[in-house]
């Protein structure tokens, strides 16, 4: 295998690994929006008693707040790394 090759093989593992990161944070803003929508959805549209039904949408919207807010809190320190590698990968060249 010739140099350039293992550099085309390194580039393209990183290139992997970025999209794979991306695809994790958008898994979490995904997932705590569908909380948030699901908390929603039950306190406007579903009849039961308003103690249970507030108890079930904090349950739910909760959680679904923080894990979007991790998922953004995520994509900036993402960014940022990124940001950093490709200054150090276009400075090597």
Known sequence: M????M????????????LAKERTILAYVRTG???IGIAAFIYKFIEMSPLYKTAITLA?????????AYGLYKTILYRRERKKIQRVSLSKK
């Not at 010739?2 to 090759?5: D, E, F, G, L, R």
């Not at 550099?7 to 970025?18: C, I, M, N, V």
């Not at 739910?60 to 979007?68: D, W």
């Open 7 to 18: 550099a085309l093989r390194d580039e393209l593992a990183l290139e992997r690994t970025y």
């Open 2 to 5: 010739t140099v350039k090759n």
């Open 33 to 35: 929006l569908s909380l």
């Open 60 to 68: 739910l919207g909760l959680p679904g707040v923080v894990v979007t």
